[in-house]
């Protein structure tokens, strides 16, 4: 996960949508590290544990990774884990950190408009239950990603297109709220889609297949086949994939030197990275950018 965070200004234009979103972000909280870092967010989304916060648009929060605790005016403590995914309402008092000794990572999303808040009012979502135990859910992570990605490039129609991913992201959390069938941790399409989860949360560091594995109830040897035959490619081949179409995405939408590039996409050696760039795209990371024109 990358630290990143951008507040919207919203035009008349974008509330003649009826929905609009108005920030997004993610952030990966050490143990013992103060939350909220209030530096980093505008005043009117500045809290303090003992004090709380009101807001003025709807919210979803995911927590990925650690476990910590929320609180609102409508519910009492509500514990959360890795796979939480809860909703902050407009006017609600609420609190929410991080334990100490876990810390955690977080997606959020904020929107607001006259369509969210006809589907809050006909009861889609609610104040009184706003957790969701949605697991490490390979598809609400990529649309996080979307998010993210798309506001960073900030290219023309990206406003109405964050809209169009987090109505996704509700229509997700509406299908596992309403279908939701109890998890089966053997199953091997659930353990595949949990791996393939934690390969696209470490792109910024090489990682440890065998000690990924422990996380799942499933052997080394057999892993590796299955993932192979679900996915059509090898596990350390998928992660270097999504290592190396991070690459290509922070080229095209950042100013980062094609040195901090390689850093933030795990690779110790520049010309280790650029030779697997040039061998998957054709083109060296910076023949690549300056193809792009920037």
């Given at each position: ?11 008349e ?18 143990p013992n590290k103060?939350?909220?870092d ?25 927590i990925?990774?650690?476990e910590?605790?929320?609180e609102s005016?409508?519910?009492k403590p509500?514990?959360?884990?890795a796979?939480?995914?809860f909703f ?9 950190k991080p ?15 006259n369509y969210p ?23 609400l ?9 798309h ?10 297109a964050?809209?169009g991913?987090t ?9 596992i ?9 053997d199953?091997?399409?659930?353990l595949i889609?949990?791996a393939?989860?934690?390969l696209?949360e470490?792109?910024e ?14 052997g ?7 993932f ?5 490619t ?7 994939d ?8 922070l ?23 650029s ?8 083109l ?7 193809a792009?024109?920037l």
């Amino acid at each position: 996960m990358e630290n990143y965070h951008k507040y919207l200004n919203i035009s008349e234009f974008e509330k003649s949508w009826g929905f609009y979103v108005n920030t997004v972000g993610a952030t990966r909280v050490g143990p013992n590290k103060n939350y909220p870092d209030n530096r980093e967010h505008p005043s009117d989304h500045s809290f303090t544990w003992n004090k709380g916060r009101i807001l003025d648009s709807y919210y979803i929060v995911y927590i990925t990774k650690g476990e910590g605790v929320l609180e609102s005016a409508k519910t009492k403590p509500i514990p959360i884990k890795a796979g939480s995914c809860f909703f902050l309402y407009p006017g609600v008092w609420h609190r929410y950190k991080p334990h100490p000794r876990s810390g955690w990572e977080e997606y959020w999303v904020g929107f607001n408009g006259n369509y969210p808040a006809e589907l809050m009012q006909k009861g889609i979502f609610t104040a009184g239950d706003p957790c969701l135990d949605v697991g490490l859910h390979e598809e609400l992570l990529q649309l996080f990603h979307a998010l993210i990605r798309h506001v960073r490039a900030a290219e023309v129609g990206y406003r109405q297109a964050v809209t169009g991913i987090t109505l996704q992201i509700l229509a997700v959390l509406n299908a596992i709220s309403k279908y939701k069938t109890p998890d089966v941790e053997d199953q091997p399409s659930k353990l595949i889609s949990k791996a393939k989860f934690l390969l696209q949360e470490s792109i910024e560091t090489p990682i440890s297949l065998e000690e990924m594995v422990k996380e799942l109830p499933m052997g080394y040897s057999k892993f590796r086949k299955l993932f192979k035959e679900v996915t059509g490619t090898s596990p350390n081949q998928y992660h270097l994939d999504l290592r190396l179409d991070k690459a290509k995405e922070l080229i095209l939408s950042t100013s980062l030197t094609i040195n901090e590039v390689a850093f933030k996409t795990g690779f110790s050696s520049i010309f280790y990275f650029s030779r697997l760039f040039k061998k998957k795209n054709g083109l060296s990371p910076k023949e690549y950018r300056d193809a792009s024109g920037l």
